[in-house]
């Protein structure tokens, strides 16, 4: 298909009803296709947006486009459920067809208002000459799902450029405040804004949210802020991050920083730490998280990145998203854990030890495995006989160090970006990984959620083998994940 402007952006209502059955066929008989997490029904999704709780469950929306496997004229589709694992898909929420969001219903946020689901996010609108305006819309969900009352809530003040977007609601001593990501005018640089309000109608703006002494490249977006207690968390995703102020692989990195608190008055982020990467892995953005009712934080990212292709794009669809995470802070660390229902997924289970091999292995499983201090070995996931193909997990826990290397694993992904990322550990320390796999995901936590590494792989769905080398000496467990997506 050769995507035009004008085919990206033809309104859902012009495509024959034909072309969205195929594309649904295609995307659910595809061998990449994940079964426990949330993926494509068709098209390409992107960002997880309004991610909260609602009505007794848990909510979350993310950005479709659903006629192929580029971002074209974006929608939100709706998911809910009771535990974080087990999600209902409930169709398109939010469709792009008001004069604010005409070119895009883009990334935002959600929260409980009453006995409704107040919804924030940029309505992406192009004028005759093509030219951006950004405006901020909020709507209200009801019970049954129905996303009403779009209205315009504030537009980018001069000194903001178009690029202005994805607002995260928050309310806090009685206000209602708003992060949204922006580029000024002057410096063209990247920033989060602060807007404040009493009644969700009048909004005004505070200014920029001072948490780094360093320049966020040319943009930020989708910023997002956590609280703990006694600490918050701002994950957000800076675009042309000079790699002196952070290194990060990826073509743009979804940054964190941990702080003691919010000055909203100053917007100021109080005692900001250092930035770092949320996942130290290949594909990780858009990540979005929110305080629960239950005390916990969750947070879900985007598996996959902004201008790039993935090799399904060949079969019309693309991307997927995280498993939800658990977040806390302990020692001052960020960590990351599987929530509990992750475990009502395993069906079978078998012991791991010294020189395991596995064959016929189906793409859907768990590996908990313990690595005694000072070994080297390479674990292959998506093995064939002679092990010229894998994807290779390679660990030293002599020198502290943990590759995952898909350069022999199939079909090529942003090989310009480097085939492999490392993480360095303590030295001469045992070392244990949690591995998801899920057809052409995985997902790797390293030492109870201290690191967690996401990427694709695209390998030849004929190559399913899992070896252990020889000298390994691992302990652990292999356990079969049931198919409910
Ligand atoms: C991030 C992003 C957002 C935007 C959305 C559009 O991936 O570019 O800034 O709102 O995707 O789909």
Known sequence: MNWTTEKRYLPYDKWPKEVLKQLQKQAARSKYQMHYHLHPISGLINDPNGFSYFNGKYHLFCQSYPFGPVHGLKSWVHFKSKDLVHWKYLGLAIKPDT?????GAYSGSAKTIGNKLFIMYTGNHRDKNWKRVPYQIGAWMDKNGTVQDKHILFKNPSHITEHFRDPQILKENGHYYALVGAQDSVNKHGHIDLWQSDDLKDWHELGFLKFSKHNMGYMIECP?????????ILIFCPQGLDKKVAEYDNIYPNMY????????????????????????????????AFNAPDGKVYEISWVGLPDTTYPTDSENWANCLSQVKELTIENGKLMQRPVPAMKSLHYDEEKISRDFVKNNVSGQYELKITIPANKQGTLHLAA???????????????????????????????????????????????????????????????????HVMTGRYFSNPEDQKIVLDKNSECQGKFLKIKSIL
Not at 99 to 103: G, L, Y
Not at 259 to 279: A, F, P
């Open 99 to 103: 004069m604010a969001d005409s070119h």
């Open 384 to 450: 064939n006989e002679d092990l010229s193909q894998s994807l290779q997990i390679i660990f030293d826990t002599e020198n502290g160090s943990l590759t995952l290397d898909r350069s022999k694993a199939g079909k090529p992904v942003s090989v310009k970006y480097g085939q492999s990322r490392i993480i360095k550990f303590a030295e001469k320390k045992e070392l244990k990984l949690d591995i998801f796999v899920d057809h052409s995901l995985i997902e790797i936590f390293a030492n109870d959620g201290e």
């Open 224 to 232: 997002n802020l956590v609280k703990f207690n006694g600490k918050v």
């Open 257 to 288: 920083v941990i702080g003691d608190k919010i000055d909203w008055e100053n917007h100021k982020i109080i005692n900001s730490g250092k930035l770092k990467n949320l996942d130290d892995e290949f594909d990780v953005y858009a990540s979005q």
